[in-house]
Nanobody
Framework: QVQLVESGGGLVQAGGSLRLSCAAS????????LAWFRQAAGKTREFVAA????????NYAGSVKGRFTISRDNAKNTVYLQMNNLKPEDTAVFFC???????????????WGQGTQVTVSS
């Protein structure tokens, strides 16, 4: 089993920045991919970004490419999401997710954190 705990959410003005963290514990050696998803109120959850735990190869949703950066620190078992130039439409609960196989796409995630709220005011 793998446990994921997000932190770093909060309230920020449009144009501002936040950095989310996702601390992984448990059988982290079995992980292949860690990712961030988000879910705005009344909407379905959507893929944001993913990173290979071993190669650091990344994949981004088009809506965040150029503004968000996903990275990982294997020594700390932590994945980060640096979010710059935030927009009101980025307001959502952000979730960290992990899987043991299946590449950098948006499906097949087995482990989920509890989420952290990001609110961007206009």
């Amino acid at each position: 089993q793998v446990q994921l705990v997000e932190s770093g959410g909060g309230l920020v003005q449009a144009g501002g920045s936040l950095r989310l963290s996702c601390a992984a514990s448990g059988r982290t050696f079995s992980m292949s991919t860690l990712a961030w998803f988000r879910q705005a109120a009344g909407k379905t959850r959507e893929f944001v970004a993913a990173i290979s735990w071993t190669t650091a190869t990344v994949n981004y949703a088009g809506s965040v490419k150029g503004r968000f950066t996903i990275s990982r620190d294997n020594a700390k078992n932590t994945v980060y999401l640096q979010m710059n130039n935030l927009k009101p439409e980025d307001t959502a609960v952000f979730f960290c997710a992990g899987k043991r196989r299946g590449g950098l796409g948006p499906i097949g995630y087995e482990y989920w954190g509890q989420g952290t709220q990001v609110t961007v005011s206009s």
